[in-house]
DNA sequence: CTCCCTGCAAAATTTTTGCATCAAT
DNA sequence: ATTGATGCAAAAATTTTGCAGGGAG
């Protein structure tokens, strides 16, 4: 995820017709921070609330619904049972890792593209597709390392 | 999903070393005639209570549990905060309509086969897959129909 | 008979809501 | 100045837990 300074984080908020408050400003900054965890209102909260320490719960869950609506960030998927939320709006396949419970990013522009030319040519009845996502779920083998993949 | 009676719903939890007590027996009835809507403790326990008045909702959550726990029922990935469960553990592909936040599974061996075959030419590094899934992102059109898909 | 499952109710956790006040445009 | 966002606290919704009694193997 890219690094943005203030004035950009304002301007992005702006972008999506959002008032550039300074809870919403470092609630997305948190967002960007904690990018690749994917975390719940609680986690975000805990980071900001230090260095922020009038800022309310309830205001982070409603700024991460008002985000998620407007399209600025993504809820994502878990089987975890909490709202989850991801600045990162691209990268749409996750990594499940049962182990350590972490749901991990990646981007394979080959299998977007083989995918992208597969549903070409179907046709769905019925539905307006906006997009698609793969998840992969195992394990780590190492919980401490990253996972990589390469072509064979 | 296939309709099973008493006797095979009891050899299935058998099967997964579960034993076979009348509440599994009919919280896994419910979750197959819920098949397709991938419902949560609460819908599941409303069900079933009013043939069996005497079943409480922790049960639910507890049996729900030990079915994902031991691989009989799969919890499936929402965006919606709880927790749903699927007695289907075949099929791993949705759509997701965020009209109707249904959640409906697809099967399509083809697709299944393509990314088989794709993923047989990667390498995974730290990390042993055990399944993948796609899902899909849009809109029913008209939301008292159903989705199907053709190839052109 | 034994062990694990169940019902119940309480507790913990997560999320939403109402309202007076405050701040961004 | 206006409008919508915030903080706070209460409420609602969801999920977990402890324990005494009950039922399956």
Redesign the pocket.
Known sequence: MQQLNRQEVRQRL?AYS???????IVVYEALLELHGQHP???EVFRLLKPANP??????V???L?VFAESGLVQRVSSEQ???RYDANTLAHNHIYCSNTREIIDFEDPELEELLQSYFQRRHMHNFQMQGFAIQLTGNKIDPGNRITITKL
């Open positions: 702006v959002l008032k550039a408050t300074h809870q919403r719940a209102a609680e009038s800022i309310s719960l309830g205001t869950y409603k700024t619904d049972g909490c709202k």
